[in-house]
């Protein structure tokens, strides 16, 4: 659909901050949109994806590629808050993350196009040991971060 044509709901509950939405801006400018957004037939409105509109308009797509429902309003609310829930979205499996990024890192790959910024990378990514280097310090306070994507907060 025409990105004119999309109506954001005006009681979505979910908001991001502006640098989350730079950073979402540069991953639709990279990769362009690759979630469909999702529209309710019968209100013309978008169900999710409103931050997706947003960054997709400032990095000049004109187009986006659309899922309907066809769903009441009180339905349409309900699968907005579902659809954006982070409490439904999965966890981060923090090593796994962290081999994933230093793939990416040596494939000399931008890692802030996956949406964390330089000093959550840094976090997320550890310098290795020194060899010889005795663990058994003081452990670190963990970290609050919050996810991009889904707005999930954990703790690193």
């Known amino acids: 659909m ?15 901050s502006r640098d989350a939405l730079a950073r979402l801006t540069r991953s639709y400018a990279r990769f362009g949109c690759v979630k469909p957004i999702v529209v309710n037939r019968r209100t013309g409105r978008v169900v999710a994806g409103h931050q997706g509109v947003r960054a997709a308009k400032r990095a000049g797509l004109t187009e986006l590629p659309v899922v309907h429902v066809d769903l009441d309003e009180s339905a349409e609310k309900a699968l907005n808050v579902a659809l954006n829930n982070p409490n439904l979205a999965g966890e981060w499996d923090f090593p796994r993350l962290a081999d994933v990024l230093r793939d990416l890192e040596g494939a000399d790959f931008d890692l802030t196009l996956t949406g964390f910024d330089p000093s959550q990378i840094a976090e997320l990514m550890p310098a290795p040991k020194a060899p010889g280097a005795e663990g058994g310090g003081a452990k670190a306070e963990p970290r609050r971060m919050e996810c991009p994507s889904c707005g999930y907060v954990f703790e690193c």
């Open 2 to 16: 025409p990105i004119a044509q999309l109506a954001l709901s005006p009681y979505n509950p979910r908001t991001i």
